[in-house]
């Protein structure tokens, strides 16, 4: 049976000559299968556990040097990560609390650790006698809801306010379709399963452009057709603090103005789902 320190040791080989750019969890943990041959789908969480500690040795000198292989070192995520859009720096959507921590609605996993160390190092949260205890000043504790946590366990924590943009893209495909929408769906399906799941990979990329509905056509008065997700949530942001959408007792909370309204068919909505309402607005190209 393989034991987690076995585990741990192949993982970091295996992060340490992986471009984390492009790399992800399961990406990973496949590799790890091909080259033992065994099934580690039960130990999905250590491994994405494990991931975000080695992600974040990336951001703090606390980790002992020892630790990090040479080839880790020469790997280490650029800062300008997130705009690549891929891997551990794919885009993500953030809770509420995370949204007012870091002033974006979404961001990479490894942007939002990154911003969190930096403001623990800032702010000098580490307890003077245990370094690894962080210290939650008033803005940490919204997040954590604790006095005090282990940097061990804040990776932890923080999935509870970070989620792939996949699953909300999963969920506003429940909505039902245009006309257009339903046919290319049925020319889908006469497709050979490989080539569908080749389509899917195409161009999803946060950065990617994408044919937008006609309705967000018309919303935005721009005339273009093809926009990436991060320029429509991008617009959409800055229309709704340009006329002032914000319910000023929960800012969290967006008022829908008429032109809001039909666009998404709601009165009122939560700021960190609009990429969730916006889902509906990107056509999947054939």
């Not at 340490?16 to 492009?22: I, K, R």
């Not at 690549?84 to 720096?89: A, D, E, L, N, V």
């Not at 974006?104 to 190092?121: D, H, Q």
């Not at 282990?150 to 999963?170: G, R, S, V, Y």
Request: glycine share 4%.
């Amino acid at each position: 049976m393989l034991t987690d320190s076995d585990l741990l040791k192949r993982l970091h080989d295996v992060l340490g000559t992986s471009d984390l750019d492009t790399a992800t969890a399961a990406t990973v943990r496949r590799r790890i299968e091909q080259d033992l041959g065994i099934d580690l789908s039960d130990r999905k969480p250590y491994i994405r556990q494990q991931i975000d500690l080695y992600l974040q040795s990336h951001y703090t000198n606390d980790k002992p040097e020892a630790e990090e292989s040479e080839d880790a070192k020469h790997k280490k995520t650029p800062a300008n990560a997130k705009k690549r859009g891929g891997g551990f720096s794919k885009p993500c959507a953030l809770s509420p609390q995370l949204q007012k921590f870091v002033g974006e609605p979404e961001m990479a996993r490894t942007e939002v650790v990154k911003k969190i160390w930096a403001y623990i190092k800032e702010k000098d949260l580490q307890n003077p006698q245990n370094r690894r205890k962080i210290l939650c000043d008033e803005m940490l504790h919204e997040i954590f809801r604790v006095k005090s946590i282990d940097m061990f366990q804040m990776n932890k924590a923080l999935t509870k306010h970070i989620w792939p943009i996949e699953e909300e893209d999963e969920a506003a495909a429940s909505v039902k379709p245009t006309e257009k929408n339903k046919q290319n769906k049925r020319g889908k399906e006469d497709e050979p399963k490989e080539k569908g799941k080749r389509q899917k990979a195409k161009g999803s990329g946060f950065v990617s452009p994408h044919p937008i509905s006609e309705a967000l056509v018309q919303f935005f008065g721009t005339g273009e057709n093809e926009l990436s997700r991060a320029e429509v949530v991008k617009r959409m942001w800055e229309y709704i603090k340009q006329n002032d959408l914000q319910d000023p007792s929960d800012k969290r909370r967006i008022l829908c103005d008429d032109k809001l309204r039909e666009l998404f068919k709601v009165d009122t909505f939560i700021g960190f789902t609009v990429s969730k309402l916006l889902t509906a607005h990107f056509i999947k190209e054939e």
